[in-house]
């Protein structure tokens, strides 16, 4: 039992590590949906088969529970919504604008761990104040014209309100 319930947290991590690792190019496109969906769904199968080797009926139920907990938490569905992403995740890019210091190197700065699933390659790039996400990998003009999350960051003059510190205009930015 002690077997199986280690290769289901060993099989756990390495999923989040590919997660958060921003190796994956094809993050945030349909392609990666449906490479994601298939690698989740095997996940939970082999988290069933070591459970029912086991025999333990506890280890099958929070098994899958969990699996299920990571797939829904890591799942990168902005491919179909893109807005109804960002709006679902907005309290992580506020605080990613927030805690992220950043450059004007080519492709941005790594987020910080936690941080890195909001965009494709796990950084942001500040392109004219505007904070960029990308949400698929490609050249920068292309992330940075059409499939990337702006956000500005709010200016020190303004007072900062947390239902209106940010905004998500293309052309515009800091305090709203």
Same mark, same amino acid.
Do not use: K
């Given at each position: ?27 945030? @496109? ?137 905004? @998500? ?8």
């Amino acid at each position: 039992m002690l077997v199986c319930a280690g290769a289901m947290a060993g099989l756990w991590l390495t999923a989040l590590v590919v997660v958060w690792s921003g190796l994956v190019f094809f993050v945030g @496109t349909p392609l990666g949906m449906i490479v994601s969906g298939v690698a989740w769904i095997g996940l939970l199968v082999v988290v069933a088969v070591l459970a029912m080797v086991s025999g333990r009926r506890w280890l099958l139920v929070t098994g899958a529970a969990v699996t299920l907990v990571l797939a829904v938490a890591t799942y990168n569905w902005s491919a179909v919504a893109p807005r109804a992403w960002f709006e679902l995740h907005r309290p992580l890019y506020d605080h990613a604008v927030r805690v992220t210091e950043t450059d004007d190197s080519y492709y941005g700065v790594r987020l910080p761990l936690l941080l890195r699933p909001l965009s494709a390659n796990g950084r942001v790039a500040d392109q004219n104040g505007m904070l960029v996400f990308p949400q698929w990998r490609a050249s920068r003009t292309t992330v940075g014209a059409t499939s990337g999350h702006r956000i500005g960051r709010p200016t020190p003059t303004c007072s900062v309100s947390p239902a209106s510190s940010l905004t @998500t205009s293309a052309t515009g930015g800091g305090c709203a």
